[in-house]
């Protein structure tokens, strides 16, 4: 093989990395997790005060439960369906 072919193979294996790296559903997952558990904290230290503005519901508890639920579930979602490589050959459409 020339280098030629060398430099190709290895630049559409580059790529495949970097799709998968930078899925959209990792980003969504990773920032909802880290936001809910920051809500989460924010819940769970909450003041009488705080309770009684909200009626009796602490808001930021339950909100932070429901981020990392949702943030478990993009993650969950990434790791049973990964994103797919590029198929070999695939014409580009010019």
């Known amino acids: 093989m020339s280098d030629y072919q060398h ?3 290895e630049l559409e294996r580059r790529s495949a990395t970097a799709a998968r790296l930078f899925d ?7 920032l909802f997790a880290v936001y809910g558990v920051i809500v989460t904290i924010a819940g769970i230290t909450a003041s009488d005060a705080d309770l009684r503005k909200a009626q009796g519901i ?3 508890l339950w909100t932070g439960v429901g981020m990392l639920v949702l943030g478990a579930a993009f993650l969950l ?4 369906s990964p994103t797919p490589a590029p198929a070999q050959g695939a014409d580009d459409g010019n």
């Open 77 to 80: 979602w990434l790791r049973l």
């Open 7 to 9: 430099e190709v193979e």
């Open 58 to 60: 602490n808001i930021n």
């Open 24 to 30: 959209i559903r990792g980003i969504i997952g990773g």
